[in-house]
């Protein structure tokens, strides 16, 4: 065998080889890149998992009040819109709680601190155990009256 020949057979074997390999490995899916750079969005307003709350539904108040506590164990953020008509020289405080066991209350931060004149505003407050509820003490005895409602959210 001569030389040509030679590489005539080794080109054949290299060729078979790369035919045979070529059946053996996977075949790797192939994907387009994107156009463009892809934009986040946000998500659309009032989308995802949410509920209403109402932990005071225009309560007339003359001494310190609570709520009763609302499950938000699948909540991790509450934005809480209060309502205050305050009528004869008083200053309110309310504040967010938070239990495990709707018995036992830890204090959170001030929904509102100091208020005496009437005011409707909303704040948005990150959620904690199980339960929450709002609690107001009075610095006098005069009544207001007081609403506070959430959308609990994630």
């Known amino acids: 065998m001569n030389r040509k020949q030679a590489f005539g057979w080794t080109l054949v074997l290299a060729l078979a080889l790369l035919v045979a390999l070529a059946n053996v490995l996977p075949e790797q899916p192939v994907q ?77 931060l001030n ?4 208020k005496s004149a009437d005011e409707n505003a909303m704040q948005q407050f990150q959620l904690f155990g199980r339960y929450s509820r709002i609690t107001c003490t009075l610095g006098t005895a005069n009544e207001f009256t007081v609403t506070v409602k959430a959308k609990l959210h994630n």
Do not use: R
């Open 32 to 108: 387009a890149g994107p156009l463009a750079i892809p934009t986040p969005i946000a998500a659309p307003a009032g989308g995802g998992d949410w509920i209403m709350a109402t932990y005071l539904n225009t309560n007339t108040v003359e001494a310190g009040v609570h709520s009763s506590g609302v499950h938000c164990a699948a909540y991790t953020a509450a934005d809480v819109q209060h309502v205050l008509d305050i009528t004869d020289n008083q200053t309110v405080t309310c504040k967010l709680q938070f239990s495990n066991d709707d018995s036992n209350w830890s204090d959170g």
């Open 111 to 114: 929904v509102f601190a100091t």
